[in-house]
Antibody
Framework: EVQLVESGGGLVQPGGSLRLSCAASGFTFSSHWMNWVRQASGKGLEWVAAIKQGGSEKYYVDSVKGRFTISRDDAKSSLHLQMNSLRAEDTALYYC???????????????WGQGALVTVSS | DIVMTQSPLSLPVTPGEPASISCRSSQSLLDSNGYNYLDWYLQKPGQSPQLLIYFVSNRASGVPDRFSGSGSGTDFTLKISRVEAEDVGIYYCMQSLQIPLTFGGGTKVEIK
């Protein structure tokens, strides 16, 4: 069974840092695009970042560029999101989502983890 | 960025009746390879989103055949042939032609 389990969420002050992790199992992690998507409470979905197989290509939404870094550890089947200079507007449930095992873009997201809650507040 | 617009925002449905959701993109999602990069997701109450349909009309594994997708270019539709109680939730379209991936605002489907 394919599983994605996020961890590392919590309460952090504005300007602080947090590192999210996503433990993957049930599939060949190294073969897939991987993504982070967030959802503020009661709001819609916002794609945050993607990383291609091998980790050489990384993409971000403009609002997090220069503050967030996506990375992967294929040996441990894990995905990470290092979040620095956090702002109140980064408060959201952060989902890890698997992309396809082919292609030049993260065509679709399947499956998704259960999410890790990040709250940025003083 | 490609802007995705869904309608309606809310869709009250009667079990057994059909339902339809529209999604429009601010630019064509048709790539030179002939594929339209448009997916549909369903977020059931209290759950994570799940992939329903990819590349406009391909059902994801385990998705019932009462769900179907159509469209090309900038106009897309998700149809449920006969709504069941388990279909309630928020439906999102998403384009994956360009980075950043962008989602529609969502359509909340609820039982009348």
């Amino acid at each position: 069974e394919v599983q994605l389990v996020e961890s590392g969420g919590g309460l952090v002050q504005p300007g602080g840092s947090l590192r999210l992790s996503c433990a993957a199992s049930g599939f060949t992690f190294s073969s897939h695009w991987m993504n982070w998507v967030r959802q503020a409470s009661g709001k819609g979905l916002e794609w945050v970042a993607a990383i291609k197989q091998g980790g050489s290509e990384k993409y971000y939404v403009d609002s997090v560029k220069g503050r967030f870094t996506i990375s992967r550890d294929d040996a441990k089947s894990s995905l990470h999101l290092q979040m620095n200079s956090l702002r109140a507007e980064d408060t959201a449930l952060y989902y890890c989502a698997r992309g396809p095992s082919y292609g030049e873009r993260p065509d679709f997201l399947d499956p998704w983890g259960q999410g890790a809650l990040v709250t940025v507040s003083s | 960025d490609i802007v995705m617009t869904q309608s309606p925002l809310s869709l009250p449905v009667t079990p057994g009746e059909p339902a339809s959701i529209s999604c429009r993109s601010s630019q064509s999602l048709l790539d030179s390879n002939g594929y339209n990069y448009l997916d549909w997701y369903l977020q059931k109450p209290g759950q994570s989103p799940q992939l329903l349909i990819y590349f406009v009309s391909n059902r994801a594994s385990g998705v019932p055949d009462r769900f179907s997708g159509s469209g090309s270019g900038t106009d897309f539709t998700l149809k449920i042939s006969r709504v069941e109680a388990e279909d309630v939730g928020i439906y999102y379209c998403m384009q994956s032609l360009q980075i950043p991936l962008t989602f529609g605002g969502g359509t909340k489907v609820e039982i009348k």
